[in-house]
């Protein structure tokens, strides 16, 4: 069973701080997405690493693909309180051509003005 | 709105009761998933299809849970004899075939009293 490990699954901090996410896994993905999900609401893709090693910005956010492909993390520099949320990383399973996703249990974060 | 839809938002239904929802996914994406997920937790995978046809089946679907896709348009999932375990906001997502970015749709919140 392929599996998705969360670190941390809560996170509360104060604006102007900065966090990292990690999400692990002992098996090898093809491709890593992560997504933000607010209550109430469906996961919107943030980014897709595909690369073992790639690493791709978003404005403060910033995604790294590990270079075995089994991990990821997301770092935010300076959070502001429209960053909460939940945070969802998701592996695609290989083969990759069927598209289904393994998902983490999700990173609560609140940011505190 | 070009994004994925569903329909409804929220269903409230009693215990026994059958339910269907709604997928309508982004015009030219081939490939439909339903996920389910529950409080706290990350999407898990249900099914998907590629065009009409439905290519795999989670061991989380039950007898109960049918899902089509008539003409590789639009899908419905339907639980018959609800129970309260069914409780969950049940993702409809879609992608292209070429690659595995999926986007969500806001999400059918199901209650079951």
């Known amino acids: 069973t392929q599996l998705l490990e969360q670190s941390p699954q809560f996170l509360s901090i104060q604006e102007g701080e900065n966090l990292t996410v990690y999400c692990n896994s002992s098996s090898v993905f093809s491709s890593l997405q992560w997504y933000r999900q607010e209550p109430g609401e469906g996961p919107v893709l943030l980014v897709t690493v595909v690369t073992g090693g790639e690493v791709k910005k978003l404005k403060r956010l910033t995604f790294q693909f590990g270079d075995a492909r089994k991990d990821s993390s997301l770092h935010i520099t300076a959070a502001q309180p429209g960053d909460t949320g939940l945070y969802l990383c998701?592996?695609?399973?290989?083969?990759?051509?069927?598209?289904?996703?393994?998902f983490g249990q999700g990173t609560t974060l609140q940011v505190k003005p | 709105d070009t994004g994925v839809s569903q329909d409804p938002r929220h269903k409230i239904t009693k215990r026994g009761q059958n339910v269907t929802f709604r997928c309508d996914p982004i015009?030219?994406?081939?490939?439909l998933y339903w996920y389910r997920q529950t409080l706290g937790q990350g999407p898990e995978f249900l099914t998907y299809?590629?065009?009409?046809?439905?290519?795999?089946k989670s061991r989380l679907l039950s007898d109960r849970f049918s899902a089509e896709r008539p003409k590789g348009s639009f899908s419905t999932l339907e639980i018959q004899r609800t129970e309260q375990g069914d409780s969950a906001m049940y993702l409809c997502?879609?992608?292209?075939?070429?690659?595995?970015?999926?986007?969500f749709g806001q999400g059918t919140r199901l209650t079951v009293v």
């Open positions: 998701a592996g695609a399973v290989p083969p990759s051509n069927t598209g289904k996703l393994i």
């Open positions: 997502a879609s992608s292209l075939q070429v690659n595995t970015e999926a986007f």
């Open positions: 015009s030219e994406h081939n490939r």
């Open positions: 299809f590629q065009n009409e046809a439905q290519l795999e």
